[in-house]
């Protein structure tokens, strides 16, 4: 097309091919035009892209095998968002795996045109999902756009109130405690508390309100925000380890209508220990004894409970957040429509 650069992007016919030039692809300090130069003029070939949202809030990744797309899409943002993901596949059946639990499921909402299918999507906080298109036609169902790709969810009974819970005093903590309500460990008055870092355990007996007969059968525990991890038992059936939003178990197999109880393993980092582990007033806390025989076998006074190589905090250093925070709250799924 010439050895001047266009000021505006030009197309020269090469081939069965086509090349685009100057304009806003040459405004660029480096070899590689602008996405948004880019995007334009694959946008003007009719091209749409492998994937967009109308928030723009979801980042993906699509991989293709010979049996499948794949498409990773996660929300970017520590907020819940509820937007369409458009997809640029047409024909096919979408999936949704969810990668914390395993489960996959079909995606009964989604409307092809244009080349592209549309899928009504929410996520909660940071939460990922693999959107799944086989290539298999066979089994495909019709699109139901009256239903929902996500189980509304209603309130049931919330846990108000005190909680028992239980630290280890091996690690600085109090064996048993009431807390009057849901608090952060760092704002709690016994040191012990404020300090601690490992494993506690939170108790509660609650009675589940009788069922509604607008409610499905699906009944879920969320703990709302847990810092930073925890294993949840109910009537000593384990439910498994909760780590990320959204913070919650399916109880329903669990559950019984009377007499329930609950108890929540919360386990933070070990930051807020060696902060306390530098307080002042901490010089005698701790009787240690080698028994391998170092140092004679003797017991002797520690002013710490953990030991580490390299001092990374100060006396001062901010304190993380720690414990259970809820609320918490027992969920049943509803019928809805979209």
Same mark, same amino acid.
């Given at each position: ?34 996405y948004?130069?880019?995007a ?24 293709r ?5 794949? $498409? ?9 968002? %509820?937007t369409? #993901? ?34 009504p999507?929410?996520?909660?906080p ?27 969810l ?13 630290? *280890? ?5 109090? =064996? ?15 040191? #012990?508390?404020?300090? $601690?870092? #490992?494993? =506690? ?6 009675e ?11 009944? $879920? ?16 059936q ?20 009377? *007499?329930?109880?609950?108890?929540? *393993? ?17 010089? =005698?806390?701790?009787?240690?004894s ?19 190589t ?7 250093s901010?304190?993380?957040p720690? #414990?259970l925070?809820?609320? %918490?709250r027992?969920?049943?799924?509803v019928?809805a429509?979209?």
């Amino acid at each position: 097309g010439g050895t001047e650069v266009p000021e505006v992007t030009t197309c020269v016919d090469l081939g069965q091919g086509k090349v685009f030039w100057g304009g806003d692809l040459a405004a660029t300090s480096g070899l590689i035009p602008s996405y948004r130069a880019t995007a334009s003029v694959l946008s003007g070939l009719g091209l749409p892209e492998d994937f967009s949202s109308p928030s723009g809030q979801l980042r993906y990744i699509h991989r293709r095998t010979e049996d499948c797309d794949f $498409y990773f899409v996660s929300n970017r943002t520590d907020e819940l968002v %509820v937007t369409d #993901g458009i997809f640029r596949i047409r024909g096919r059946q979408p999936q949704l795996w969810d990668p914390v639990t395993g489960t996959t499921r079909e995606l009964a909402n989604y409307e092809t045109r244009g080349g592209v299918t549309s899928i009504p999507l929410s996520f909660e906080p940071h939460q990922s999902f693999f959107v799944v298109f086989p290539k298999s036609t066979a089994g495909i169902a019709r699109p139901n756009l009256a239903t929902t790709n996500f189980p509304v969810l209603e309130q049931i009974t919330q846990f108000d109130g005190a909680w028992e819970v239980a630290f *280890d005093p091996a690690r600085g903590g109090p =064996a048993d405690i009431a807390f009057d309500r849901l608090q952060d460990w760092t704002e709690h008055t016994e040191a #012990g508390v404020r300090y $601690y870092s #490992g494993v =506690a355990t939170y108790r509660k007996r609650f009675e589940l309100p009788a069922a509604d007969d607008s409610r499905e059968t699906q009944l $879920y525990l969320d703990l709302g925000t847990v810092h930073d991890l925890c294993r949840v038992r109910l009537n000593g059936q384990q439910l498994g380890v909760v780590w990320t939003a959204p913070w919650r178990v399916d109880i329903t197999a669990a559950v019984r209508a009377s *007499d329930n109880q609950l108890e929540i *393993d919360v386990v933070n980092g070990w930051a807020n220990r060696l902060i306390g582990d530098l307080q002042k007033g901490n010089r =005698a806390v701790r009787q240690i004894s080698w028994p391998s025989g170092l140092l004679g076998s003797k017991t002797f006074a520690a002013g710490r409970f953990s030991f580490v190589t390299h001092q990374h905090y100060k006396p001062s250093s901010p304190l993380l957040p720690a #414990g259970l925070l809820g609320p %918490v709250r027992v969920l049943g799924e509803v019928a809805a429509q979209r």
